[in-house]
């Protein structure tokens, strides 16, 4: 049974992973980009060059990173995780350590689903926000008609409406009603 930690896990993986062929030479490059670029404090860029060195085999140059990764820490390794899932789902399916695991959900699996749940979570306030815009803009819209003159009631929402936007939006929104006031 595999260990909790991805250190563990990628220790048990790591002969599947350097075995002749798992990881085509383009694959372990897309790995290395995709660390150097979004952890550059996992994999430097002396680091990822060194990774994707053309003259050393490639074999070599993953056994050397996955035992970089190792030394980094966990947090390097869930990071190798995520890129090999990214860029070789097939691959990273057959690993020993998720054949392993039995009835647990793994913990990238965990962090992928709270991420998409923070980035869709945007809460009332954006929604109202959101909301307000759009309907600032349909007043904008409606009452920009040089057949239709706004009356007193809708200068005043519209007036109010400006609080709660932006600067810039606060902006047009107020220099459109001195506008209207002006030409009527």
């Known amino acids: 049974m595999s260990g909790n930690s991805y250190s563990d896990r990628l220790q048990e993986d790591t002969p599947y992973l350097t075995s002749n062929g798992r990881l085509d030479e383009h694959l372990v490059d897309k790995i290395v980009l995709q660390l150097n670029r979004v952890y550059p404090q996992i994999l430097s860029n002396k680091e990822a060059e060194k990774f ?79 909301f307000s815009v759009a309907a600032g803009l349909a007043f904008l819209m409606y009452y920009n008609n040089s057949d239709i003159k706004p009356t007193g009631a809708s200068k005043k929402v519209l007036g109010f409406s400006a609080f709660g936007f932006g600067r810039h939006i606060k902006n047009i929104l107020i220099s459109y009603l001195d506008e209207v006031s002006l030409n009527n």
């Open 52 to 130: 994707r060195n053309p003259k050393t085999l490639v074999r070599k140059r993953l056994s050397d990173l996955l035992k970089h990764l190792k030394s980094k820490g966990d947090l390097a390794c869930q990071e190798f995780y995520r890129a090999l899932r990214n860029n070789a789902d097939k691959i990273y399916a057959t690993l020993p350590s998720r054949k392993n695991m039995t009835n647990i959900s793994s913990p990238v699996e965990i962090i992928s689903n709270q991420e998409k749940i923070i980035l869709n979570d945007r809460g009332p306030v954006f929604f109202l926000a959101c």
